[in-house]
């Protein structure tokens, strides 16, 4: 019955470590199915050399287990409340890469230095503060969750357009349309993350891409009369 | 009849993948034939895994496709602008590789610090400033050729000896007689631009390597005597 | 009679080779039987591509050889002072693995930055200093193990939370239950390491991470109502 | 009837490569006879992955080929120059390794800052300033040779004790007994380096390494009393 976000969830954390973007059991993808109100998520803990398809877990949107004999990741929570507020999206993944993981220590969101950056988004890449005392001490994951909805908000961004977040202190948060997508913004995130700290160390003096620029990376990629592909 | 240089161009491109130059499909290939007045460059978005000969698009200086059922790359006319105004080129290699696209983010030149640099050029690796608004708004990919041909112009350099360049906020862009120096070239300006970063950041009142080594090591290798291998 | 140890040990000392912890020789690990009062270590400068479970060395709590026809490590000493002085310890690690190193031979602690740290100790991963000129002069790697004692004394850690340590100038050393955690703290604390570096490059006001951050992280991990698993 | 010293130039420079220390034919390794007074070395441009034990050449202290049907490397006279003045050396090693090679380029030697580098040998990489115009003007390589001999004895070190140098601009050479331990040298000068660069990062105050440290641990590797081995 739910075979296909099952698949398509092995595969995309599959793809995770093999593009080495988590060390260990250090992150997770779910993939959303609309239609029924769930999602299949990374078991807790497995490692992934022992990973299979019939491990993953199908949880409701109030994270729920709904099949599954093995227990859901400890950021279901998370994954579910994205799903909730914002149920474009067709799947999640939370990672401990090194580079996003190291911009999210230092909380800072990634500024938009270049157009491998533009390329995929016309915003610096954002980085949620750490959230308040009793969130943390109460439902934490589930908080993580409305700290990333309440950043966007905030600072008025469109998650179908910025597909990926740093959570203050933490790590990366990523989303897509489906599992292989949002796995390639995990993946773009971290290169961007690695080129704007080298390039900060190379010039400390460095500015962001102008305006012309980054709109013309992104509609040759997004806009109306796309037609980028390298 | 085009299958000669689609053969190369295919190569090359596989070579820039094998040599850790392209994340997903950050980059790309052509190759020139002169005499056929054609070139067959990378299909666009068509991942490296999957890459066929036949997959090459040839296309004339126009960027018209004259064979080929796939589109071409988005860089395409980037290519068709250097073979029209620099007909000794062989091949045009792009990436948008870590450390070069790293220097390009911050919008400086490379200097010349060591002789592994020196056994390949003898200048700066130049970075050609962002474009003016007008010509990104405009045909974008075909005035980035132009800024190429503009700048080496501008700062007098010779095409023939100087075989790369960092185009300012965007990637490095290197040429060759063929596929294989052009691939071998974007390797090169890859590993001179982290040596480059690594030794600013040990010694950051570095200087320039002085004249005298800089014509030794060029000239061993690249002179009318030359003799260099090592 | 010490197969056990022998088996456990070889297989953590080929994981630690596996998981890039180690250059050449560069590091061992030992696998401790608190009820015969010996443990299994790597011996002597032996490569990790020829190394075999029968080439595991038997030492006692006083690093006399029980059996095993090679030297054992010659960090042995370090180690049975360790199992000595904390008996609940069930395997050690040594490596000069390459960010630990660095902040070892920078002589700082590892500032607590992030929650992949707070997952695993809620403090600061302790540098001890490098030891009296006395002590290195007479019985230098007994004098290592009661270093890394006496630091813990002195700054009141608790070696079963806290389960790694840099000794100053020289490298890191953990511990664990058994072979395959204190394998993984070698581990955690190369990744932490790194990203500590990475983060203070990025954010050099970087601060420490909350108390709430740390409490939450590190209890739903390893408090009494542990849930944690990605 | 150079069979010996050819095939041990082959395996050591292939070790070269899978070592990561060379990037295309960037380095060489030459294995020494000294009955014969000839030396074994790898052929000029020659790529790795096609090298075979029969391309070596053999070549006289004079730099003159005595066997072989290539060009030996362009850097033969410098070492040919290296077993004429320290006729104990058994091979001599060329790398443009990353972070020797950044540390070369920034003129600086690599300070002793840990036990890694201790364990080695107890002073700093030694780096020789780059040469006069004349002598680089003049026979290049051969005086390459003369500038490492001459800065070792300005400086007052033993080549038996300090098996490494970066020249300065240009990038490192090590020697050693035989070809096994001369690559195994490049390898530690460049993980030394690796470190020394990270150190200086994380603790821009460093010190190097108290004498009482540098001492225990040179000599309990290669003192009277030898007894070191991980």
Redesign the interface.
Known sequence: MYNNIKEEAYEANMNLTKLGLV??????VSVFDRDKGVFAI????VPYEILKVDDMVIVDLDAQVVEGTL?P???TKTHAVLYKEWPELGAVV?T?S??G????????SIPI????HADHLTKDIPCAP??A?DM??GN?EYQTGYQIINHFKEVGLNHEEVQMILVG???PFTWGKDGKQAV?NA?VLE?VA??????????PK?ER??A??IK?HYE?KHGSNA????
């Open positions: 060390k260990f059991t250090f992150g997770n990374k078991p807790s803990g227990r990741s400890s950021d939370h401990h090194v580079y993981t190291a911009w999210a220590q230092a909380n800072r230095y270049g157009t491998t750490p959230m005392d943390i001490a934490y202190n933490h790590a390639y993946a290169y690695e080129l704007a700290f080298l390039s900060e160390g190379i010039n460095i891409l102008k012309s620029l013309k040759r037609y980028y592909g390298q």
